[in-house]
């Protein structure tokens, strides 16, 4: 199956700084999301993202298919962007409907 | 416009017992998906149903866990017989369609506790 790589594992910031947060997948794909698990263990969508490029308030994400990486900015961050940042891709071809998720960025925020 | 109903939102079994977890899609998707998360562990799919057919189970244990999704009503997976190590949370996501262009939305999940 596809693999799907997130870096990086942990991630410590002081409120206010930027990071940006990788995920490599091994195949085409059909689709690609972002998501942010919040620490009562809600799944948040951030983007649907499976080639260019978005943004949303202080995110945004850009997804490069033919080179097989998607990347998620967080700026200016602040104590509620703590959580898990999830990567999940739906492989291309007929592998519809199931999405492979990468094993996450854990973000603390300190004030 | 409701979002991705599941329910209960917490379950407590005590070992040999049955679990029904119940997942109500977004109004207009008629594509459902179960995942599940295990302690310490990322999240995996288990099934893809559209109404009143398995799409794709190739992640469901292949005993004691059943999924459906009727014509009328919830999307129910069913755990018989439930042992400690399916201690979890349990996902619920649904589409429009599928394929490219039919992002996934999740449901709050239900955390099964197996006593």
């Known amino acids: 199956g596809i693999q799907v790589e997130q870096s990086p594992p942990d991630l410590i910031l002081q409120e206010g700084a930027n990071s940006t947060l990788r995920c490599n997948f091994s195949?085409?794909?059909?689709?690609l999301q972002w998501f942010h698990q919040n620490p009562w263990g809600q799944l948040i969508n951030l983007f649907y993202?499976?080639?260019g490029t978005k943004q949303n308030g202080r995110l945004s994400a850009t997804t490069v298919a033919t080179e097989r990486y998607s990347l998620l900015y967080i700026s200016s961050s602040q104590t509620t962007d703590s959580g898990v940042y999830f990567c999940?891709?739906?492989?291309?071809?007929?592998?519809?409907?199931?999405?492979?998720f990468g094993q996450g960025t854990i973000l603390t925020v300190h004030p | 416009n409701a979002g991705v109903m599941q329910n209960p939102r917490h379950l407590v079994r005590r070992r040999g017992q049955e679990a029904r977890l119940r997942c109500s899609p977004m109004?207009?998707?008629?594509?459902v998906y179960w995942y599940r998360q295990l302690p310490e562990e990322g999240l995996k799919f288990m099934v893809y149903?559209?109404?009143?057919?398995?799409?794709?189970e190739s992640g469901m244990p292949k005993e004691r866990f059943s999924a459906e999704f009727p014509k009328e009503g919830p999307s129910i997976l069913r755990i018989q017989q439930v042992v400690r190590g399916d201690s979890a949370a349990y996902f619920c996501?649904?589409?429009?369609?599928?394929?490219?262009?039919?992002?996934?939305?999740f449901g709050p999940g239900t955390r099964l506790t197996v006593l």
């Open positions: 996501a649904s589409s429009r369609g599928q394929g490219r262009g039919n992002e996934q939305f």
């Open positions: 195949d085409s794909v059909n689709n």
């Open positions: 993202i499976p080639s």
């Open positions: 999940a891709v739906e492989k291309g071809g007929t592998s519809y409907g199931k999405l492979t």
């Open positions: 109004k207009g998707h008629s594509h």
């Open positions: 149903l559209q109404k009143e057919n398995i799409i794709d």
